[in-house]
């Protein structure tokens, strides 16, 4: 057993060691207009830079193309992972779930480019092309919504109010709308804005199998990995994608916080 003073002591490390992350990761995020503020002119100049804007709407449209295919496709899927059984579930549901975000991106543009690139045993090509953008980022993205709504949609079956609705003579698709859908508005836009923000800042695949085509498939992460590191236009597109993927998830924090007092 700790004493009172050993304890103080621990608590006071536990809370040391918390701010240290919490400043770590705060500063590292501010320092980029910390440096901007010693070019602050050629920064700000960049930012009407017409090939910053273009991948900056290329990378804004794609990501908002990836976040709704992700609703279509991973609510779903989310659905059934949480209510039905099958053989070899776990497994699946790792390999949708758990391995693309852990999966080297580069990789995963690899198997893209071999799967649907010029090359496609498939004989299609989708390489280099818009698609090819949302593709890369959907791989990556997607899970976090699947994730999010799925451990929600497994605490309300736990509950049993799916199963009082089915009794009641409730179609699975009735119950789906009227009870999975708005009691998981929160894990659905917490997810959403996640896969979003991560789509912004996905690089490693899109570079392989989109490309970096100015107009067309360039994205701002791809956009500053060609640039060099220390120009002011690479600062000024860090600026725009970090700032652009921030109010994205505060906004969307604030939305489902107003939403959740409604309900109430």
């Not at 705060?26 to 440096?35: D, P, R």
């Not at 509950?159 to 009794?167: C, E, K, W």
């Not at 836009?189 to 100015?214: K, S």
């Not at 994608?241 to 109430?264: D, M, Q, W, Y």
Request: aromatic content about 12%; some cysteine; glycine content about 6%.
């Amino acid at each position: 057993m700790l004493g009172k003073w050993d304890s103080g002591k621990a608590i006071l490390i536990i809370y040391g060691l918390a701010a240290c992350t919490a400043v770590f990761a705060v500063f590292t995020i501010l320092y980029q207009y910390v440096a901007a503020w010693s070019s602050w002119q050629d920064v700000v100049s960049a930012f009407s830079n017409e090939r910053i804007l273009v991948a900056l709407g290329l990378s804004v449209t794609s990501s908002f193309a990836t976040a709704f295919l992700a609703l279509v496709f991973g609510i779903p899927l989310a659905y059934v992972f949480a209510t039905r059984s099958f053989p070899a579930r776990n497994l699946i549901e790792t390999l949708v779930v758990d391995v693309p975000q852990t999966f080297p991106p580069i990789a995963e543009g690899m198997i893209l480019l071999l799967m649907l690139g010029p090359a496609s045993p498939f004989h299609v090509n989708l390489a280099f092309t818009f698609s090819a953008l949302v593709i890369a980022k959907f791989f990556i993205s997607a899970p976090f919504v699947i994730s999010y709504v799925g451990r929600r949609f497994r605490e309300i079956r736990k509950s049993g109010i799916d199963f009082t609705a089915r009794s009641l003579g409730a179609s699975p698709f009735q119950v789906l709308v009227t009870i999975y859908l708005p009691l998981s508005f929160r894990e659905i836009a917490a997810g959403t804005a996640l896969c979003w923000a991560r789509a912004m800042g996905e690089l490693g695949g899109t570079l392989i199998f989109a490309g970096v085509i100015p107009g067309k498939t360039e994205t701002i992460p791809t956009y500053i990995s060609v640039s060099s590191a220390m120009t002011a236009s690479a600062l000024a597109a860090t600026i725009l994608a970090t700032s652009a993927s921030t109010l994205a998830l505060v906004s969307f924090k604030r939305i489902t916080s107003t939403a959740e007092r409604g309900f109430k």
